[in-house]
Each structure stands twice: as C-alpha cells, then as structure tokens.
C-alpha cells in the first residue's frame, strides 16, 4: 500500500454535478489536508483536519465540502463547481500539527476539469 | 510568520551542468526547511529535509541542501544533472510549533541534452 492514495486520479465533470475526490492514508497520521495546485499558481492549502476535527479553512468557497469521518480518510465533496475550479487536488498528511517537524507526505492528485 | 521566495520560476541547465535552485526564508521561530520534487501529474515528493543538526543536508537523488543561518537561505544542489531531474521543485519552511508548512511557489527544472 502507498502511503496516501488518492481516487480518482481524473474526473471531468459538470458545472451542475456533483462528485467527490477520496483520500486514504495508511502512514498513521492525525493530520490531513487538501491543497489546490492551479496553473501557474502557487499550491493552496484548502483545509487542515487534526485527530478529525477541521482546524483550518482558508476561505474557500462552500461549493467544496470537507469531509473527514476518521484520521485516516478525506473526502472532498464537489457541486456545482466553476471553470475555474479545475485544477490538481492534492491530499496530504502528518503527524498533529505542532508536534511535529510539519513534514508533509502527498498523494499523487486528482486532476478535476470542469465543463 | 513565515514565508519563502524561490528565486527563478523557470531555471535551464545542461545535462552534467551543475544544479543550483534558490530558497530564501522568513521565519519567527528556527525553521524546519524542505524541498520537494514534483514530476508531471504527480503529487509531491520530499527531496531533503534541515530540521536541526549539520546544516548540509543530503537528499535523495544526489540533490543536496545547505542551512545558512546567516543569509536565510537553503539552496538545493546537485553537482551533475540528468535529464531525470527535469521537474518542479518547492522548497517550504515550517517550525517546532508550526501549523502548517508554508511553501514558494516552486521553481521549473529543465535539462537540456
């Protein structure tokens, strides 16, 4: 098993769909996270779960919805997205932010395109 | 706070050239600094880590770093490049304490035959 595998690896979807892009980590971590990595654009973090519970939003619209039902899995839940949503979703994980050297491991992304 | 600029979006070499990458840091606390590698349509990869200790830090791949305290700075290196280093390459700081690792905006490696 790799340490975080993400599913899909693609999705095209429509501006009314709805979908959602998995996250799995096998690493033992209590940290995870979703970064938005857009051309020519620096990564974005999206949001940051510790043991569960989400400790960071950084502003991002509601038509992406965080889901995290244990330490070990992501979700992020997509409807009616916008063009300019598309981009590739990266998932990561650590141990608990602030006790650790913050090191973070990545999963390979899911490219999402919206129509 | 922290922050990091890494100088060059876009930096070229010849193959069996020297590899120079550029990172400078801003940190309130001692930082914790990285370097990742992302190849295309992949996620990130750490190279090396400086956390405490020696200042050069070797990597995977023959990259290596070196913490310079005094100019702020952890510069990726690598005496000769292959054509397999082409790719981008982040460097982040983080700290003892930190939240959240904050990283540049990344640096594109070419190598050119």
């Known amino acids: 098993e790799t340490g975080v595998t993400q599913t899909p690896r693609h999705l095209v979807m429509g501006m009314t769909n709805k979908k959602s892009l998995k996250c799995e980590q096998h690493l033992g971590h209590n940290a995870m996270y979703w970064y938005k990595q857009s051309a020519k654009k620096p990564l974005e973090l999206m949001f940051v779960?510790?043991?569960?519970?989400?400790?960071e939003n950084n502003s991002v619209p509601s038509r992406f919805s965080p889901e995290c039902p244990n330490s070990s899995h992501l979700f992020l839940h997509l409807h009616t997205l916008q063009p300019e949503d598309s981009a590739l979703y990266l998932c990561a994980s650590s141990q608990p932010t602030g006790l650790n050297t913050g090191e973070l491991f990545f999963g390979e992304g899911s490219r999402l395109t919206v129509l | 706070a922290q922050s990091v600029t890494q100088l060059g979006s876009h930096v070229s070499v010849s193959e069996g050239a020297l590899v120079l990458l550029r990172c400078n840091y801003s940190?309130?606390?001692?930082?914790?600094l990285f370097w990742y590698v992302q190849y295309p349509n992949q996620g990130l990869q750490l190279l090396l880590k400086?956390?405490?200790?020696?200042?050069l830090v070797k990597g995977i791949n023959g990259f290596e770093a070196e913490f310079k305290k005094s100019e702020t700075s952890f510069h990726l290196t690598k005496p000769s490049a292959h054509m397999s280093d082409a790719a981008e390459y982040f460097c982040?700081?983080?700290?003892?304490?930190?939240?959240?690792?904050?990283f540049g905006q990344g640096t594109r490696l070419t190598i050119n035959p």
């Open positions: 982040a700081v983080g700290g003892r304490g930190a939240q959240k690792l904050v």
């Open positions: 940190s309130s606390v001692p930082p914790y």
């Open positions: 779960y510790n043991f569960k519970e989400q400790t």
């Open positions: 400086y956390t405490t200790g020696a200042t």
